[in-house]
């Protein structure tokens, strides 16, 4: 089987399946948690590989990890709810507590069992298509089959619960009112999160896992304000970064699943910068947009006070403007047709006219 095949299906796998739920846990601002399960997960993986005897542990190591996933979040709900600390506290005193406890477990009854980093934190998901399973009598990738079934899973707890997750996120009280049971749904949500964290271990490890939850989610955001869109925007820039990503690492000879995450945070960077929503420098010029508005039609409102046509130089000791921003102004009030430049000066047009005139206080 092409190993480019393999290797890029596992990567967009990996990232829709993460783009699925890690949607909803950057719009329940709850992303640190995303990184509190995928560490804490490790004594559910410990006791996994433990009770399955070493061997076969992929499908116990799930469910290792879910109720693993399940306390952390229990525990940084009681703690919040305690009142004694707040909830990224909450998420920084349990997820190194129980991440130290795996560690503490490895050290003291596996010290025979080698964790490669490359396994464990980074990942390298080139060793995909060596990683198989015979189904059916033909040779399929173990990773396919993962984050395949995970990707379904995913998907189908979002389509049969979309109205129950949508009015959840934005308004838990009412959901509750409804009969929707939001804490039901926050649990299964992640317990979905811990599966998919797990998953992606072979692939991507624990920290890069991370940023496909995240990222993907976090760029949608910045792109749309509807819940569909924002999925599908996340889903879509999950697939986008692993298949540049693929082809950049391919042509730097670098780290495969590191070259996807930072093609992520690139899509994040460019969205934060010129997203037409929230975009940093959109913001800019919208409001570089608007001051120019509003001086050229303050300008036309002052020359329609004077029957002669106004220098530039009166108008620059009338308001206290540099040259450049009044030349700035003199295009915009010409782009809107409300000004006339003669050599005498400046007079506003028919069209000015009118302006000011609609915005004259009428008396009664």
């Known amino acids: 089987m092409n190993a480019d095949l393999v290797i890029v299906l596992t990567a967009i796998l990996v990232s829709v399946a993460s783009a699925l739920v890690g949607t909803f846990l950057v719009l329940r601002r709850m992303a640190l ?89 980074y990942g390298e998901i080139a060793y995909a298509p060596f990683n198989t399973l015979t189904l059916w009598g033909r040779e399929i990738p173990e ?23 949508k009015l959840s996120t934005f308004d838990a009280s009412l959901a509750a009112t409804l009969g929707f049971a939001p804490g039901l749904l926050h649990y299964a949500l992640m317990t979905l999160v811990s599966f998919t964290s797990v998953g992606a271990f072979q692939s991507v490890g624990a920290i890069l896992i991370v940023a496909f939850l995240i990222i993907p989610p976090a760029t949608a955001y910045l792109l749309t304000q ?26 730097f000879d670098a780290s495969i699943a ?15 910068l ?25 300008l036309v409102a002052h020359l329609a006070h004077h029957e002669q046509a106004v220098s530039d130089q009166e108008v620059l000791e009338e308001f206290g403007w540099n040259p450049r921003f009044l030349q700035q102004v003199k295009e915009k009030a010409l782009q809107a047709g409300w000004l006339e430049v003669f050599q005498e000066g400046l007079r506003p047009s028919p069209a000015g006219l009118a302006i000011v005139a609609s915005r004259a206080p009428q008396r009664g």
């Open 33 to 121: 948690l995303a990184d509190a399960i995928s560490h804490a997960v490790l004594p559910g993986i410990v006791m996994a590989y433990w009770l399955s005897g070493g061997g076969g542990a992929t499908p116990t190591a799930l469910l290792g990890a879910a109720a693993a996933g399940l306390v952390t979040v229990t525990l940084v709900e009681w703690l919040t709810r305690s009142g004694k600390v707040k909830n990224d506290a909450a998420i920084g005193i349990v997820f190194p507590a129980l991440f130290s406890l795996g560690v503490l477990l490895v050290s003291l009854y596996f010290r025979q069992v080698h964790l490669d980093l490359d396994a464990v934190l």
């Open 226 to 251: 509807r819940l569909p869109v924002m999925l599908g925007l996340a889903v879509g820039v999950g697939v986008v970064s692993s298949l540049v990503g693929y082809g950049l690492a391919i042509w």
């Open 143 to 165: 990773s396919w089959l993962m984050m395949g079934s995970l990707t379904l899973l995913n998907l189908l707890f979002v389509l049969l619960f979309y109205k129950e997750l």
């Open 258 to 272: 590191g070259m996807m995450a930072t093609v992520a945070g690139v899509c994040f960077a460019l969205a934060f």
């Open 274 to 298: 010129f997203s037409p929503l929230e975009g940093l420098l959109t913001a800019q010029l919208r409001r570089k947009a608007e001051r120019l508005e509003v001086a050229a039609r303050l």
